[in-house]
């Protein structure tokens, strides 16, 4: 394999239709091109992403804070853009647009809103290849599971928030009382790497809904994809101010985000450590907090389950987005009778989660996001085999074939109790955890021992009795028999995986207000 750098004016041909100039610095050089041995000339445009300024108060203005910051390919270890870094500063200044911009928008017309958020849909739809191709050069994302859920996920959940404004009710007759929800003002939005866009639709759509304005601080992994939103948004015209974009180190903008006395509300998605930081950033201003944490979530099968069909679904729910997606499933819980034959059908079934190229439609697993999340997900893998878990597929070590990237391989441990690192931690990487159980009480408990409690799966023949467990789960989503994701039902933590919903009419309430206005009583 061989990579060589080619300036602007050597371009081989002209982007495809498909990918729509954003903006002024699209493309600004060809960064590689592949050559595989043989006869076989496969070329991958990489286009180099430099963007130097922020989107504040409807406007590109240079960064005020120090340096930049680079995104990497986790594929393939290049330097793809950069994006720069914000100060607190720059945070006051779109705190101040967002502020100036708010009784305008908070009084905008319902129509107005059901448009912008059509279009806004309409325009993410029109740029999803260059969605999609930047979200997995910037996460390692396999193009297709880009295309269909990093992108046409927050498309589907934009133009659900322009639907449900069609009839959403914002007045209720309490007795004597009027009851009024409003806009709760100026939201600041911190949001990870790992579903770029979705977490930040998830959050950017229902405000805009529901009439609030914004400050944006993405992930420093996977920042570029925030920036042609951010295009997107100029482009349909939002009113000044509405929305705003700062990049920058979460320590810093993150915090002072959290913190800033004129900031109503923050809307947190990461890590749980970081949602503590920002809790106790934001406790001073008693502002609304919203959490959107980790989870180490329950994947179980009930003994009359079909272990075919439990082995089989059991992979793909764990390693979607390459396992780091913090509703996966990542401990699966079967009857100690099914054990033999579940992890049977695992072990054969997981060659075909390839690892590689996530740019080949036949590649299942990309790599992790960085290094050190390389480095995170290994020392996991170590821990299992050196706290005497069964290794039953994966290890240490890059998958074979592949020598750059950070990958690891699809691992799966069996015999695995309360007890291991492996079994209470958030891995997010493809480690699958198997343990077993004599009683459905047991069963229960098992699913219930985390910190965490964000998601859960169970499978059973009778669909009452998966019910009846269902409820007993400590967790905020539960998949039954492999109930598909509903983008209209809420989503969020029990437990230390968080607090709020995001998601459906419960993710639109977050971000409003209740008044109750007493009449005299006649
Ligand atoms: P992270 O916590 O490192 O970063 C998330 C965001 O917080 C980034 O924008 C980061 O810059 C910022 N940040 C970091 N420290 C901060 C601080 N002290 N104050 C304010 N902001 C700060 O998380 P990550 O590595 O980007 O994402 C992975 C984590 O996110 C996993 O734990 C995963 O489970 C969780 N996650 C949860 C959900 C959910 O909906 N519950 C969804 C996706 C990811």
């Known amino acids: 394999m061989h990579f060589e750098l080619l300036p602007q004016k050597e371009w081989l041909s002209p982007p495809t239709p498909a990918f729509r100039p954003l903006g002024p610095w699209w493309p600004v050089e060809v960064l590689s091109i592949e050559l595989h041995e043989g006869d076989k000339l496969r070329i991958h445009r990489q286009y180099m992403m430099r963007r130097e300024s922020l989107y504040i108060n409807g406007e590109w203005a240079p960064a005020t804070g120090d340096g930049v910051i680079e995104v990497i390919n986790p594929a393939n270890e290049e330097i793809i853009g950069s994006v720069p870094v914000g100060s607190q500063a720059d945070v006051d200044a779109a705190v101040r647009a967002a502020r100036a911009a708010f009784p305008a928008w908070s009084e905008s017309g319902i129509e107005e809103r059901i448009r912008i958020l059509n279009e806004l849909s309409a325009a993410i739809k029109d740029n999803t290849e260059e969605l999609a191709q930047t979200i997995t050069a910037e996460v390692g994302t396999p193009i297709g599971y880009s295309r269909m859920a990093m992108v046409g996920t927050p498309r589907v959940v934009t133009r659900s928030y322009a639907k449900m404004l069609e009839s959403f009710e914002w007045e209720q ?70 929305f705003n974009l700062i990049s920058g180190h979460g320590s810093e ?38 959490l959107e944490l980790g989870g180490k979530s329950a994947n179980v099968a009930l003994d009359d389950a079909d272990p075919q069909l439990v082995g089989k679904m059991a992979i793909g729910a764990c390693y979607q987005n390459s396992g780091q997606t913090c509703s996966a499933l990542t401990r699966l819980i079967i009857p100690e009778s099914m054990n033999d034959e579940v992890c049977e059908v695992i072990a054969s079934r997981i060659a075909r989660y390839t690892a590689g190229d996530p740019l080949e439609d036949s590649t299942r697993c990309g790599p992790m996001v960085s290094a050190r999340q390389q480095t995170s997900v290994s020392g996991f893998i170590q821990a299992g085999i050196d706290e005497g878990a069964k290794l039953i597929a994966g290890g240490m070590g890059m998958p074979d074939d592949l020598e750059t990237g950070f990958f690891v391989k699809p691992t799966v441990f069996a015999n695995v109790t309360p007890d291991m690192t492996i079994w209470q931690e958030e891995i997010f990487g493809p480690v699958l955890v198997i343990a077993t159980y004599e009683s459905e009480a047991e ?23 998966a019910m009846a467990f269902a409820r007993g789960m400590r967790t905020g989503q539960v998949s039954i028999n492999g109930g598909p994701f509903n983008i209209s039902a809420p989503f969020g933590g029990y437990k230390m995986s968080g607090n709020g919903r995001e998601l459906g009419q419960h993710g639109m309430e977050e971000f409003l207000e209740i008044k109750s206005i007493q009449r005299p009583v006649e």
């Open 173 to 242: 007759e309490v007795r004597n009382s009027l009851i009024v929800k409003e806009p709760i003002g100026v939201c600041a939005f911190i949001t990870p790497w790992n579903f770029p866009l979705h977490q930040i639709i998830g959050k950017v759509a229902p405000a805009l809904a529901a009439g609030c304005t914004m400050i944006l601080k993405p992930s420093k992994e996977a920042p570029l994809n925030a920036f042609l939103l951010a295009d997107i948004i100029d482009q349909i015209g939002l009113p000044k101010g509405v």
């Open 443 to 465: 069963a229960l408990a098992l699913a219930n021992d985390s910190i965490y409690g964000l998601s859960g799966g169970v499978w059973s023949a009778d669909g009452e009795r």
């Open 253 to 290: 903008v993150g915090e002072y985000m959290s913190s800033h006395a004129d900031v109503d509300m923050v809307s947190f998605t990461g890590s749980t450590g970081a949602g503590v930081r920002v809790s106790q950033a934001a406790a001073p201003t008693v502002k609304r907090v919203t």
